[in-house]
């Protein structure tokens, strides 16, 4: 149970009942649910039994990004998504959008409408700098010129990777999300490399092994320390961090979804499959709203019935096991039914091509014991022509 | 309407709170030597050396010395150094939990603007960077610069010094942070009190202006005595419409003065930026006063403003300000002029 957020209403739902389909700033325990003022990114690795393709291509750092994370502080489990909003010669600009619950919350605990975080990181800091900013905050400047965010530098990872005992500084606020109290502190020690492994993520949608630099430390502030763990991507022009461990957090990113734009469009369903996970939607938090972030797929899902005039589909939700059955199931079908409101009022799918179904926690496709497995297990699933 | 008017209350009492923070260090850093009463070395005054600071602000009149508010004290939570002009640069530092401030200021800066507005730059668009691993810039003149959990703030309203110099001194304090020098403090007090006695005198400020002066300086005779206390004098001037009187309110601050006049100044100059941006949009810089400090009137004073909320000007680090508008702004200037050549009387 969190007991750190005493000032923060709790509207939302009972304890660990705040399952989310992928999305971000899940709230997941305790009798209250802490505003996410800030955010970690953070992702996780998992299970290596599960059948997982090589990486193809270079993850680059390109307009549309979509990295979510899910993250564990304390003993509150949320997700977060970070969006490449722009690149230029200059910097490469993130954004990160609060939902609208979290907007509710802010307004209940007094606070304005909180403006979208934006952090912008200077190229010659993505190649260079030792500090690492990992916790967003409202307020934070726009700029904070030595240090990356949801990276390190190209500098770091190389110095890692010829065995060099490497100097790091990592901003973030440990413990649970809690604004009142909550400060980001810079930790300071040396990381060495352990070892380069392979690393599972979903990688637009498919289970995907990448390439990894894990590195250990000790890292401290004032009289507190403690050892750090990092896993970043093994590709020296974009050291992503994809899973760090620090002073009780975790976080790792669970899902990249890269543009479409550009590139040819993926088939929702494979050859002679009846059901298909449907990537690239994202939920606000513990609820059924769709973030704008989702529209690419619902468009590909449009495209998909044009092309197939005579198909129906059902739309399918599914919740982790966190939280109460009830409020899975519910959770589950509201997110079917807001995916299927989208297609029809926002891209004129009509209405009798589509149904909906919720299975609430009660077909996970991985295990809930870990956070890539949650994060894979919130899902929506497209189904035509399955046999029943 | 009332989200946003319950935000804001919410905000003040944060930013209260966080004002409230207390600045004297909790304990000693990390890896700093033990303190003793002759050698403190987790003091205010460990951070920065004499010569460090004489080099960006003038020759000091004496060392370094801590101070609570203004005056000398031995157990002061900041570090005056002071020139021989009575021109001051302030430190603090915030040993533990310094980055709770930098929260604070977060908050601040998210309510009053956007983030845009919290990057450090020049003028010339050079981003400021430094051995902090954040900073921030507060008002016109308060410098913060957090490394690990530490704070180190750096007050330079009272100097002429510009932001590059005063990044150098903060690169110098917060390198210093996990090895602060020793400093023995109590004589650089005693050094300081002892020179409290050459500053001007604090008195009544009707005493600076008399009934006489008053009057040789209106050529009118006053409705009534001067009436004010140690922070100003009432002057009932007669006006040429008869039965009206123009109220002169005379004020004077004996310390701090050219810190006050710069902060007043930079507050004046925002609002006024405020109301030529609201008008005219983004981009409007008209700047404030008719007369910025730094462009010199003649006069007795060492710093002197007019703007259209009156006059202002400092001598020996005591500010004297006449609030009164576009009004008769000659005679307010002659009042200010009067008030500072009594300054030693």
Known sequence: ?388 | MERTISALVFMLVLITTGCDQQQEPAEAPPGAPPATAAADASGPCSLLTAEEVSAVIGPLAGAPYRAGGMPPDVGGDMCRYETETLRSLVVNVVWVDGASNISMMNMMQGVIKDGKAGELKLINGTTLTGEWDEARLMGCCEFNALRGDQLVTIDFAGTNADLTQVVSLVNAAILRLEKPLAVDDAPAVAAAQSRESARPRIRSVCELVTRADAEALTKKTLVAEPAGDEDHCFYQIPLDMPGSTLDLDLEVQWRNGFREMAVMQAAFDQGANLVMQAAFGEGEDIGGSDNPAGEQEPGPWDVYAQSIVGISAVKSDVLVHVENGPFMQEVSSAFVAKAIENLNR
Not at chain 1, 283 to 289: G, L, M, N
Not at chain 1, 345 to 357: A, C
């Open chain 1, 1 to 388: 149970m969190s007991q750190q957020n005493k000032l923060i209403p709790t509207n939302r739902r009972p304890a660990r009942s705040s399952n989310a389909l992928p999305g971000r700033f899940n709230l997941r325990s305790g009798t209250r649910n802490a505003l996410p003022i800030f955010f970690i990114a953070k992702l996780c690795c998992f299970a290596t039994s599960i059948a997982a393709q090589e990486i193809d291509t270079p993850i680059l750092l390109e307009p549309d990004l979509n990295i979510v994370a899910a993250i564990r502080q304390g003993d509150v489990d949320y997700e977060g998504l970070r969006i490449i909003d722009s690149v230029s010669t200059e910097t490469v600009v993130l954004r990160l959008s609060w939902g609208e619950s979290d907007q509710t919350n802010a307004a209940d605990a007094g606070m304005i409408e909180i403006p979208p975080v934006t952090r912008a990181i200077r190229r010659e800091d993505l190649a260079s700098a030792n500090r690492i900013v990992a916790t967003f905050y409202y307020g934070d400047p726009e700029l904070l010129p030595g240090s990356t965010a949801i990276q390190t530098s190209t500098a770091v990872l190389s110095s890692l990777t010829s065995g060099a005992d490497t100097p790091i500084v990592f901003g973030i606020s440990p413990g649970p999300p809690n604004y009142m109290i909550s400060s980001r502190k810079y930790y300071r020690g040396t990381v060495h490399l352990v070892a380069k492994e392979r690393f599972p993520i979903l990688l637009d949608g498919e289970r995907t092994m990448v390439p990894v630099v894990h590195a250990t430390g000790t890292l401290s502030v004032g009289t507190q320390s403690g050892e750090a763990e990092f896993w970043w991507l093994d590709q020296p022009d974009n050291p992503l961090t994809l899973r760090w461990k620090f002073l009780g957090d975790t976080v790792q990113v669970v899902r990249i979804d890269r543009p479409e734009a550009g590139k040819k469009p993926r088939s929702i369903f494979k050859p002679d499959a009846c059901r298909a996970v449907l990537h690239g939607i994202y939920f606000d938090t513990a609820s059924a709203v769709l973030l704008p972030e989702s529209d690419a797929a619902l468009a590909r899902v449009a495209d998909m019935l044009a092309e197939h005039a005579d198909w129906s589909i059902t739309v399918e939700g599914h919740t982790d096991s966190i939280g109460v059955d009830a409020s899975n199931q519910i959770l589950s079908e509201q997110r079917a039914s807001a995916v299927r409101t989208a297609l029809i009022e926002r891209f004129n799918v009509t209405p009798d091509r589509l149904t909906t179904k919720g299975f609430g926690e009660t077909r996970p496709i991985e295990t809930n014991e870990t956070l890539e497995g949650r994060a894979r297990n919130r899902r929506v699933e497209l189904t035509h022509g399955c046999a029943s």
